[in-house]
Structures are given as structure tokens and as C-alpha cells.
């Protein structure tokens, strides 16, 4: 099952469909769609997430636009199956339609920050958790991850900024060869005031560790 970066559901264009509806039709689809989330609900629990997942979208297909919190719903158990299908991306996009539809969803928000993590995107799973803990402080998830995860990010910075001057070290020994020097020929000094850096020229690089 490949992922699909495509938007699914266009809710202008469901709105207007909508219109054509009256009332009465728009609580028996909201209706019919609860019937299939339940159906979602009892195979996700006996562990078919592929069948699960198509419940949750014929769901959505039929639940009006005007019932967002039981759409919100569906999206965030949708994200659920699909992460159990190993279709992470896709499952921070429902998980994010989720929130659009409810700002306040805790399960959707936690879900999503999961997600970041589990797939290296830590400042947005960081963001994601501050939010859990702003809407539920007793959150012992996101409270934890809220003291893990700074030390990981400035630890992947650093990492990052050591990857990206060897890079650059390397891209300037190639240039400097033909003429017979190296990056070990620059010193670069950074200045403890001003953060600015400045680079010194040395002849015997060499001499200098005598």
C-alpha cells in the first residue's frame, strides 16, 4: 500500500454538494457514517487495520462536513489504523486534518507529536506535546517528552553543524590543493563579544603544534 500526499476530501467542495441536502438527509448520512466507524472501531480491535482504514474512509465519505468533531474523529482513527499500516505521512496528515477540525483534540494532537518523533521530525513533535500540555497539563506523555526532547534537538544540531564544516572543510581542501594549500593554512577565530568570526592566514601550519 503506497502512500498518497493528495488531498482526500475537498470540504468546499462537500459543502456545496451539502446544500442540496435537508436536514433530515443530513442526519441519516451522519448516521450511516457512525454505523461504519463502529465497524472501524471492531476491526481495529481484532487487528485488521486494512479494513479498518476503508471503514473509516467510506465513513468519511458520507458523514457531512457540518458534524466536524465526528469528523475529527474519524480522521484521528483513521491515523491510527493507518499507523499500525506502517503509513506514517499519512497518518500525520489525517492526524492534522483532525486538528484543523477540532484545535482542542488532545488524542490527535499526542498522535501527531508521536508521529513526528518516531519519524525525526522533533521540533515539530516538541510544539506538538507543549500544545497536549496546554490543554491537559496531567499529561504524563507529553511532560516527558517535554523534558527529553530539547537535549535531543540541540544534540541533532550540533550533530548536523559538525556534518555540515566537515562538508565544508573538505569542499575547501579540493579547492585549495592546486595551490598547495589546505583549510589548515586558515584559522578561524570567532570573537566572544560580537559572535563575528575572523580568519588568519598561516604559512607552516605545521610549525605551530612545535
Given amino acids: 500500500m503506497k502512500e498518497n500526499q493528495e488531498v482526500e476530501f475537498d470540504d468546499d467542495y462537500l459543502r456545496e454538494v451539502e446544500k ?29 487495520w486494512l ?33 499500525h499500516l506502517g503509513l506514517k505521512d499519512l497518518a500525520i496528515s489525517d492526524c492534522t486534518r483532525a486538528i484543523e477540525l477540532n484545535p482542542d483534540y488532545v488524542r490527535a494532537l499526542l498522535r501527531r507529536a508521536e508521529l ?36 535531543q534537538i540541540q544534540e541533532r544540531n550540533e550533530k548536523l553543524k559538525e556534518e555540515m564544516m566537515s562538508k565544508l ?6 579547492v585549495l590543493r592546486p595551490f598547495g594549500l589546505s583549510t589548515n593554512n586558515f584559522q578561524v577565530n570567532q570573537d566572544a563579544d560580537t559572535g563575528s568570526y575572523s580568519i588568519n592566514f598561516i604559512q607552516n601550519p605545521n610549525n605551530n603544534n612545535r
Avoid at 435537508?22 to 454505523?35: D, M, P
Avoid at 479494513?51 to 474523529?73: D, G, N, Q, T
Avoid at 513533535?125 to 500540555?133: G, M, P, R
Fill in 116 to 151: 513526528y518523533e518516531q519519524t525525526e521530525k522533533l521540533d515539530e513533535a516538541l510544539e506538538d506535546y507543549k500544545k497536549v500540555l496546554e490543554r491537559d497539563p496531567n499529561q504524563t506523555t507529553a511532560r516527558h517528552a517535554c523534558m527529553r526532547l530539547p537535549q
Fill in 169 to 174: 572543510k573538505d569542499l575547501g581542501n579540493l
Fill in 20 to 48: 442540496e441536502l435537508t436536514e433530515e438527509e443530513k442526519e441519516s448520512r451522519q448516521q450511516q457514517s457512525l454505523t461504519l466507524k463502529e465497524k472501524g472501531n471492531s476491526l481495529f480491535k481484532a487487528g485488521d
Fill in 51 to 83: 479494513e479498518a482504514e476503508r471503514s473509516y474512509k467510506e465513513a468519511l465519505v458520507l458523514c457531512p462536513v457540518c458534524f466536524s468533531r465526528e469528523r475529527a474523529i474519524l480522521f484521528s482513527n483513521r491515523a491510527a489504523a493507518r499507523l
